[in-house]
């Protein structure tokens, strides 16, 4: 991981058309901009952790729900 010291106003350039532009310094909390193509995505690291359990549960449905299913498809002949 490179790591590097930038004040508000500096800026960091991935490649040709990617700026992170430090906007703000308050306390603990950083404002940082982002300037990059629409066709590139950009997600919060945190939402996409959150997003991965979800679908994990979702996907590993309990004993429970499949059980209640299944009666709900057998009531439903």
Known sequence: ML??????GESVVLGDD??????????DVV??????????????AELLVQLEES???SASPSDDAVAS???ALRDRS
């Open 55 to 57: 679908n994990r549960e």
């Open 31 to 44: 404002r940082v901009g982002i300037d990059a193509p629409r066709s590139l995505k950009v997600h919060r």
């Open 3 to 8: 790591v590097l010291s930038r004040r508000p």
């Open 18 to 27: 990617i700026t992170i532009t430090v906007l703000e310094v308050r306390g």
């Open 69 to 71: 299913i299944a009666r």
